[in-house]
């Protein structure tokens, strides 16, 4: 099996080494992230971890991250884009705090196992499996989290960089394929599910992703928060991020117009022909508002329909 077939169908597993894995410890280190992400890192326990952004002062989203919550410490896992920004970004606001930063991203490995079985891979390989999205657990001198990259079950294994060959190695002896950068940006773009980079920047706020289970309105002040709360009570956006299939064999390039009716009503942030579906799938902002009852939605002359009323996390 194939890894974009093994992905849909079984378990792939995939190099995820190039994501950014900050560590912070120190006893401030909680009240810091706290004070610095949109959801709640107080209420997490040792095993747990929660999927949060970075904002700036306008609301506007700097970075996503997955937030670990270790026995010593936080582990903050980026986008290999942001990896740089998040760790500046929380270096400039540690003044008078007893917390410290290490970037151990080049210490360590990063495989994800994503698939409908690869919970019980894992467990034929004697690894946990845990349960809750973004929970943890120990394996020998690695940690297996609840984390997906692709919108399918899925979990990512990080252990020091020595470990890499003989992890790929038990994987791919238990017949799991390796899966490429395209065929799993293919697999999360029919699963709706966006990533940092391409379906959110820092143009975006965090309602416009429909993203909310990465923020805590009942928790404290914290960077971003007056816009957020703004923008939650008072309204004010207007285009949402949502699934897209387009009746079409070539993806659209970012950027590309919605029309509804012949009105530009949104545009393009990432989009994959899916062979599964034998059409394009994508992800885009569309002022929903703005669609009458019926219209038919174009994307380069072609029939484009919203799958679902928001992305999958």
């Known amino acids: 099996m194939q890894g974009y077939e093994a992905l849909r169908e079984g378990a792939a597993w995939l190099d995820l080494s190039k994501r950014g894995r900050i560590r912070a410890r120190g006893e401030d280190r909680v009240r810091l992230l706290h004070a610095m992400t949109t959801n709640d890192i107080r209420q997490l326990e040792p095993g747990d971890g929660c999927y949060a952004f970075f904002l700036n002062a306008q609301g506007r989203i700097l970075a996503d991250a997955v937030i ?5 410490a936080l582990m903050i896992g980026t986008e290999p884009e942001t990896r740089g920004a998040v760790y500046g970004h929380l270096d400039k606001y540690i003044i008078a705090d007893d917390v410290t930063l290490e970037d151990i991203t080049e210490a360590t490995i990063e495989i994800g196992i994503e698939g409908p079985v690869a919970a019980g891979l894992l467990e034929m390989l004697g690894a946990p499996a845990p349960a809750a999205p973004y929970s943890h657990a120990a394996w020998g001198d690695s940690t297996v989290a609840r984390i997906s990259t692709t919108g399918q079950p899925g979990f990512s294994v990080i252990a020091p960089r020595g470990a890499r060959d003989a992890l790929i190695g038990d994987l791919e002896a238990a017949g799991v394929a390796p899966a490429d950068v395209e065929a799993a940006r293919t697999v999360r773009l029919e699963q709706g599910f966006p990533r940092y980079g391409e379906d959110i920047t820092d143009r975006h706020l965090p309602h416009e992703t429909q993203l909310l289970s990465a923020v805590n309105f009942n928790k404290g002040c914290y960077i971003g928060q007056e816009i957020v709360e703004r923008v939650r009570s008072r309204g004010g956006v207007h285009r949402f991020l949502v699934p897209l299939e387009i009746d079409a064999d070539r993806a659209p390039a970012p950027e590309t117009r919605i029309l509804a009716a012949g009105k530009d009503i949104g545009e393009i942030t990432s989009a ?42």
């Open 272 to 313: 994959a022909y899916s062979p599964a579906l034998g059409k394009t799938v994508a992800l885009a902002y569309v002022r929903t508002g703005e669609i009458a009852p019926g219209a038919e939605l174009s994307v380069e002359g072609n029939r484009a329909l919203i799958t679902a009323g928001t992305p999958n996390r």
């Open 68 to 72: 670990l919550e270790l026995p010593d």
